[in-house]
């Protein structure tokens, strides 16, 4: 009996060392600050918890047309609109959820801008690239640049603030081959959202207008993935929760997108260039239907770090 006690402690104890051994090397790897490789992966999307207590007006969700299309800096430099732009590649609506309670900890936003595009994302099991549990896999490339820090500093988002404010720059140019009809008959059947996903976009809706939080539904323009049926959809659905819905890849006076000039890749992912014209028609559409709750705060002695952020931002974009 003592022998069995004895190679189950031993077994127990060699468990426990292995996960300790393994959950070290995860923290080791894992990049311990935005511009370390892997940074932005890691950092991004959750960077408003590096942000001062209740100072981000807008918060704006979604995939990773999000990071490539919606620019913080260009939004506060032409309006002095404070936001974050919290996308992550393939982002579900699910995890969306998650990051609008995160928020809630430490902001108190007067506008959540949700992109649509993620509503036809269904959740798949992948390594989580926030998760540090998976560090060791995702991250394992890092070991060619190991620094001393990496073996006794922990990654914190809620201490390395992010210039970008989560927008991710690109200068690449792609003509994409998609035509202005892309979107397909206007009178298409709408597509409905996955079961899983619309139970997830009803609880955001209603998450935020719980904390009086106004709701702003966003397509960025994206030829690849989106359509008409699409688009009839989401404005049933805006239409029955009374909040507003702006489908960018519809021509209108005062937006185009250029299909020769705004992506980085063949019509999924906005560039620089594409990034600023769609954040300048988002800002002038914010002050003319939320001024009575967003206001500029240039000139603002608590937000002078963000000409900081307009400052790297030209510097960075050309």
Same mark, same amino acid.
């Given at each position: 009996m003592?022998?069995?006690?004895?190679?189950?402690?031993?077994?127990?104890?060699?468990?426990?060392?292995?996960?300790?051994?393994?959950?070290?090397?995860?923290?080791?790897?894992t990049?311990?600050?935005?511009?370390?490789?892997?940074? &932005?992966?890691?950092?991004?999307?959750?960077?408003?918890?590096?942000?001062?207590?209740?100072?981000?007006?807008?918060?704006?969700?979604?995939?990773?047309?999000?990071?490539?299309?919606?620019? +913080?800096?260009v939004?506060?430099?032409?309006?002095?609109?404070?936001?974050?732009?919290?996308?992550?590649?393939r982002?579900?609506?699910?995890n969306?959820?998650?990051?609008?309670g &995160?928020?809630?900890?430490k &902001? &108190? +936003?007067?506008?959540?801008?949700?992109e649509?595009?993620?509503?036809?994302?269904?959740s798949?099991?992948?390594?989580?690239?926030?998760?540090?549990?998976?560090? +060791?896999?995702?991250?394992?490339s890092?070991?060619? @640049?190991?620094?001393t820090?990496?073996?006794? /500093?922990?990654?914190? #988002?809620?201490? /390395?603030?992010?210039?970008?404010?989560?927008?991710?720059? !690109?200068?690449?140019?792609?003509?994409?081959?998609? @035509?202005?009809?892309?979107?397909?008959?206007?009178?298409?059947?709408?597509?409905p959202?996955?079961?899983?996903?619309?139970?997830?976009?009803?609880?955001?809706?209603e998450?935020?207008?719980? @904390?009086n939080? @106004?709701?702003?539904?966003?397509?960025l323009?994206s +030829? !690849?993935?989106?359509?008409?049926?699409?688009?009839?959809?989401?404005?049933?659905l805006?239409?029955?929760? /009374?909040?507003?819905?702006?489908?960018?890849?519809?021509?209108?006076?005062?937006?185009?997108?250029?299909?020769k000039?705004?992506?980085?890749?063949?019509?999924?992912?906005?560039?620089?260039?594409?990034?600023?014209r769609?954040?300048?028609?988002?800002?002038?559409?914010?002050?003319?239907?939320? !001024?009575?709750?967003?206001?500029?705060?240039?000139? /603002?002695?608590?937000?002078?770090?963000?000409?900081?952020?307009?400052?790297?931002?030209? #510097?960075?974009?050309?």
């Amino acid at each position: 009996m003592y022998k069995k006690i004895k190679r189950l402690s031993l077994f127990i104890v060699c468990i426990m060392l292995s996960v300790g051994i393994y959950m070290y090397i995860g923290m080791v790897v894992t990049p311990k600050n935005i511009e370390d490789s892997g940074g &932005q992966l890691y950092y991004s999307g959750m960077g408003f918890l590096a942000e001062p207590e209740n100072t981000l007006d807008v918060m704006v969700y979604g995939n990773s047309d999000v990071y490539s299309g919606f620019s +913080p800096a260009v939004l506060f430099e032409k309006y002095g609109i404070t936001a974050y732009s919290s996308g992550r590649p393939r982002q579900t609506i699910n995890n969306i959820n998650r990051l609008l309670g &995160q928020t809630l900890k430490k &902001q &108190q +936003p007067k506008l959540a801008i949700l992109e649509t595009d993620c509503f036809y994302s269904k959740s798949t099991v992948e390594m989580d690239s926030t998760n540090i549990l998976f560090a +060791p896999f995702i991250y394992h490339s890092r070991w060619k @640049e190991i620094k001393t820090r990496d073996f006794h /500093d922990f990654p914190s #988002r809620k201490e /390395d603030v992010d210039l970008n404010k989560g927008y991710i720059p !690109s200068k690449v140019v792609y003509k994409t081959k998609y @035509e202005k009809d892309y979107m397909g008959n206007p009178k298409s059947d709408p597509k409905p959202f996955p079961k899983e996903n619309e139970k997830h976009i009803r609880s955001f809706i209603e998450k935020c207008k719980k @904390e009086n939080i @106004e709701i702003l539904l966003l397509e960025l323009p994206s +030829p !690849s993935s989106w359509s008409y049926a699409k688009h009839n959809a989401v404005k049933e659905l805006a239409k029955q929760y /009374d909040v507003k819905f702006v489908d960018m890849n519809i021509p209108r006076d005062d937006f185009k997108v250029e299909l020769k000039s705004d992506f980085r890749d063949n019509g999924n992912h906005m560039n620089t260039y594409g990034a600023a014209r769609s954040t300048e028609f988002i800002g002038q559409y914010i002050q003319d239907n939320y !001024s009575h709750i967003i206001t500029n705060k240039k000139g /603002d002695k608590k937000y002078e770090a963000w000409n900081n952020v307009v400052d790297h931002y030209h #510097r960075t974009k050309l």
